[in-house]
Structure formats: structure tokens, C-alpha cells
């Protein structure tokens, strides 16, 4: 066997080769009869399946196609070998247009949604492909269609922001988004669920200055914006501690009670911005306690600040709670 092996080799050196004419006829005569049956065999017909692209056109009006059918479509073909050989050998096939205002016309749709049976596209796509081709099959059997109305709405702004800032500086002013509002466009079904929008997350630390920053929207893929960033303000300001003498109120009392509170106002704290240290007074502020709160087992009563200015960080206020002394009439 071995030596077999080693005489086939022989043959095949090219010196061998050179000197053995026998060897080039046989070879030249094996190659001629390997052409010879490989273009007998393209004469005949096969079935094959050949994977072709899709464009989707012409959506109904005012519509546009709100999913991602399939790119391709698989195509259960029979034609002669050539025919195939050419079109396996193209690699990039023309891609297969289908109208969509044309093949969702005598269908029901779901909220838009369309079934496309592919069996009913199939003279469609024959005309599309070489007349050299019998189509047999198309794959998958349905396409899925969903198409949409556009629409526009104005919406709020909301600021996805968080901000440290450095001792004694603070916000002199809520947080401000210029515009307030933009106008969004999209699937109707999608815009229709919308009621605000929210900035990128930002997180701002160590703040003593006041920020102007460009920031985007966040928005779902399928819509576009009018203008698509706003404008972030935040206005810092130096705050400073002032104290304020508050008397303290009480509510839910019953108009025959007469209650004395021991002590009757309370000492307050709170850290303002310079700009407004002027304008705060105690008639900014209200400490009440609940009446209705009040129990048997109880001898002292909680203090709360009810109402203070939102630019204001109270830092402490003494008493926190009360004794109290209750007459009626």
C-alpha cells in the first residue's frame, strides 16, 4: 500500500509530469469530463431556497410604519442549474418592494395592525424576481403590518436634577428650564400616553455659583422633539442664619375651648439667602399645634412649622412642644 502511495506521488511531481505525457492526457481528459458533467448537471432543474430583501413603500396616507417587519424574505424557487448558479453567485439581490397602501387596502386591521397572508403577495413578487424563476413558496406565511397616525402635542418639562451644594450657599430660586413646555411628534398611540417629559439625570455637587446648562430630553425612540434640549437655571446664592420669635397657633379648637400654651411661641433658626434676609419676618412663618391630637395620657403637645417660603431651610426651633392648659365656657 505504501509503496502504491509512493508511486501515485511520483506521478505527480511536476518533473514527472514534464516527462510523462501520459499523466497530462489523463489529467486534461479527467478535467474535461468534471466540466463536461458539471454543465449536464446545470441543464436540469432544482428547487432551492434564496433569502431576498424587502423594502416596505408607500404607507397609506398621513401613516408611516410603526414596527420592523421581516428584512428578508425566504422564496422556495425552482429554475435551471445556470439560473441558479447566477443568482446564488450575485450575492446582492435587487430587493423586493412591496407597496403597503397596496397590500393592506382590502384588509381588517387591529388598532392599526395588519396580517399579511404572503401566499397572496405571490404574483406580486414573481414580477419582481427573474421570469427565469418559479416561485413555489414564500417564508414566512404572514407578515406582520403595523401602521400608525402621526401626532403632535405640546408637553411639560420636568427637571431629572440633583444638586450639593457647599456650606452656607443654596438655591435663591426653584429650579427654572427655559422652555417649560416643547412640542413632541409621533405615533399617536404612543404621544397619547405622554404627559410630561423628563430631562437626563444630572447630578451637580460642591455648587457655589449659579449653573446655565444645556440639557437633552429624554423621549421614546419613535419621536422627535421641537426643541429637542432646554435650557437648566439654578440660581445660587451665600445664605446666612437669621432667628425669628414665632408665636404658636392652635388649630382644629372647638369655638366653646379656650386653651393657654406654656410657652406660647417659639424660638425659630433658618438659613436665607442674602438677597431676601430683609424681607423674612415671623409673619412669613406659622407654628400651630393640633388640638385634635390631643389625648388623656398627654401633657405636652408637638409644635410644627405649618407654613414657611420654599427658598427657607429651617435648621432647628425650640420648643418642639408644649405644655398646655385647657378651660371651657
Known sequence: MKKNIEKISSYLKVEQLKNDKRVVVFLVCVFIATVLWFLNALEKDYTTTIAYPVRYVSPPNHQFLANTPPEKLDLKVEAHGFTLLRHKLSFAYSPI????????????????????????????????????????????????????????????????????????????????????????????????????????KRSFDNVDATINRNIKLLHPETTTLVPQEVLLQIEVEKYTEKQLKLPIQVVNKPADVSIKLFPSELTLNCMVGLSEFDNISAANFRAVIDYSSISDNESRLSVKIATKPSFVEITRYTPESVEYLIETY
Open 97 to 200: 418592494v412591496l407597496n403597503l397602501s397596496n397590500i393592506t387596502r382590502n384588509l381588517e386591521s387591529n388598532n392599526g395592525v395588519y396580517f399579511v397572508p404572503t401566499n397572496t403577495l405571490q404574483r406580486r413578487i414573481s414580477s419582481q424576481i427573474s421570469n427565469e424563476i418559479s416561485l413555489q413558496q414564500i417564508s414566512p406565511d404572514i407578515i406582520r403590518i403595523a401602521l400608525d397616525s402621526l401626532k403632535t402635542k405640546t408637553v411639560k418639562v420636568k427637571a431629572d436634577v440633583s444638586v450639593n451644594f457647599k456650606p452656607q450657599f443654596n438655591r435663591k430660586s426653584p429650579v427654572k428650564l427655559e422652555p417649560e413646555v416643547v412640542k413632541i411628534t409621533g405615533p399617536a398611540s404612543t404621544v397619547d400616553t405622554i404627559r410630561f417629559l423628563q430631562t437626563e
